[in-house]
């Protein structure tokens, strides 16, 4: 994209995921101030990312870099043809500032700690050359930037209800003066049903987009980057301010009134499986393409007007709308602030000491156990999974089996569209491996095969017996979730939301304990082979 001036007082830089056009710099136009949004090879390769997840990020750059030129910004939009040859961000940015006689420097601050520290180091080498540089917050999430560390501390674990609780007072959303809407804050426990043959053939179909981008595969292959998944002619993510506003309408009108019922279901039987009531707006959350204060109002104005007299609209009751805001007023923002304030120790965290290797069939979707290759075999498809085929599936298989946190992270952050460090981290080596200790969670969400066929029909046409915990047949989740609990019984019987599970298992005759051990250590061995 050409821009039309041959020098700029600033440049001020767009990263991938700060497409938020609500932000103050874009409140007024400036003919001396020249924005960048560039692919950039570093970007493209720190991680062996998913095709379809690299294709929304270079194309929501692409249209937003469109629609701030036709706003009146000056913008330069530069495609991997023409920054390829810079092994960093710095010599591209060295270059532009040179072109263009730059004496202002400016960003935002970059929501993963690799990236600001790569920004803070050249702000002060920019600094040094007499150009001064300013770093602005994204204006994106609800708890400021400068804010975290009132929040949180380092190393400790603070619960993620209360935080909650505190966000929803402040901002009061869905309390009735002082007092959660309803009379309660949670309702998780209401959230939490399976899906029958009648609710299976009510699934609606997902809302997605078509959108080209053959040009962006092209220069992938040509600029040789490594990629995992398969490409889709239709991303399941929106990629620009319209896509994102019609998918938000669209889980608010079709979804949000069974949303919280079955936010935690999983089934094969349907070929709407893979996207059910869940809203999938995450990459538009992420890229900063919706603000979450957006979202969460949007929802609470459809949940007051579904229950507002004589409304015509589907009901949604409180535990559908609570969830929801939850996930993004609480969880969202909790996870942000966790990250923040315990990097970069917390990159390094391994409580577990797990130290094995990921399998193949993460790659491929080529397994004998059904519930892991349809988790795999969506995440590859689509580039997304929900919450608890993440955590309860594959999060859940890779820590029972002890896989190495490091490798977790780099398929967890490759694989899914919506993966950024700051939200893939906390979630991954806290949340689902139990990495860090228990900052995140007070216990480890270790399971065996029973809550997955209590959640799902996965179980139904598995080649391994769900109800058998021994033998080569038997659900290996079911004799690695107790070699797992008994491994680490020394720390975990400590914690009294797990104690009677170690009650449970000295009930058990010594022979079937042995057997049931032996079958989890064979399952180890034969990992590759599950």
């Known amino acids: 994209m050409n821009v039309s001036q041959s020098s700029y007082k600033t440049l001020r830089l767009i990263l991938g995921d700060q497409l938020n056009a609500d932000h103050s710099w874009f409140k007024t136009k400036d003919d001396k101030v020249l924005y960048i949004i560039a692919e950039l090879t570093q970007e493209a390769t720190y991680t062996k990312h998913h095709i379809q997840k690299i294709c929304a990020f270079f194309s929501a750059m692409s249209q937003f870099a469109a629609a701030l030129t036709k706003a009146g910004h000056q913008v330069l939009h530069l495609t991997l043809d023409e920054t390829s040859n810079y092994k960093n961000i710095e010599g591209l940015l060295d270059e532009v500032i040179n072109k263009y006689k730059v004496s202002n420097f400016e960003h935002q601050y970059p929501d993963e700690y690799r990236l600001h520290k790569q920004l803070e180091a050249y702000t002060e080498a920019l600094n040094a050359l007499s150009i001064t540089s300013m770093a602005y917050d994204s204006e994106h999430f609800l708890l400021p930037f400068t804010d975290i560390k009132q929040h949180f501390k380092q190393g400790k674990h603070q619960k993620m209800e209360f935080f909650y609780r505190r966000m929803r007072k402040q901002f009061s959303i869905l309390m009735d003066s002082d007092q959660p809407l309803g009379g309660q804050w949670n309702y998780d426990k209401d959230n939490r049903k399976k899906l029958n043959k009648k609710d299976i053939e009510q699934i609606p179909a997902p809302l997605v987009f078509s959108r080209d981008v053959t040009d962006i595969i092209a220069r992938l292959k040509t600029h040789k980057i490594k990629t995992i998944g398969k490409p889709q002619e239709n991303l399941c993510s929106p990629t620009n301010r319209q896509e994102a506003l019609a998918l938000l309408k669209h889980f608010c009108e079709i979804c949000l009134p069974n949303f919280g019922t079955f936010q935690d279901a999983m089934t094969s039987e349907s070929k709407f499986a893979w996207s059910l009531y869940h809203s999938r707006i995450a990459f538009a959350l992420n890229s900063k393409i919706l603000s979450p204060l957006q979202v969460i109002n949007e929802a609470v104005h459809y949940y007051q007007k579904a229950n507002a007299a004589n409304s015509t609209s589907a009901m949604i009751d409180i535990a559908q709308i609570e969830g929801f805001v939850r996930q993004i007023l609480g969880w969202r923002e909790y996870i942000r602030g966790v990250y923040w304030v315990n990097m970069p120790e917390y990159k390094t965290y391994n409580n577990l000491d797990a130290q094995n290797n990921l399998p193949g069939y993460f790659w491929s979707g080529n397994t004998k156990m059904n519930c892991m290759k349809h988790a795999i075999d969506q995440s590859l498809d689509h580039a997304y999974a929900h919450h608890i ?126 057997l049931i051990l032996a079958t989890a250590n064979n399952h180890i061995v034969n990992i590759q082979n599950l």
Not at 419 to 429: C, S, Y
Not at 476 to 503: A, C, T
Request: glycine share 6%; aromatic share 12%.
């Open 389 to 514: 085929q993440r955590l309860m599936i594959t999060g859940n298989f890779c820590m029972l089996t002890e896989i190495h946190p490091d490798q977790v992270d780099e398929w967890y952050l490759g694989v899914y569209i919506d993966a950024i460090e700051w939200v893939e981290l906390p979630n991954t080596r806290g949340m689902s491996q139990f990495a860090d200790g228990g900052i995140v969670a007070t216990k480890p969400y270790a399971a065996g095969g029973n809550y997955i066929n209590k959640m799902s029909d996965y179980c139904k046409t598995c080649d391994y017996k769900i109800k058998e915990k021994t033998g080569e047949d038997a659900c290996p989740f079911n004799s690695l979730y107790w070699r797992f609990m008994i491994k680490h019984r020394e720390s975990l019987s400590k914690n009294p939301r797990i104690s009677m599970i170690y009650r449970n298992w000295d009930k058990q005759d010594d022979d079937k304990k042995h």
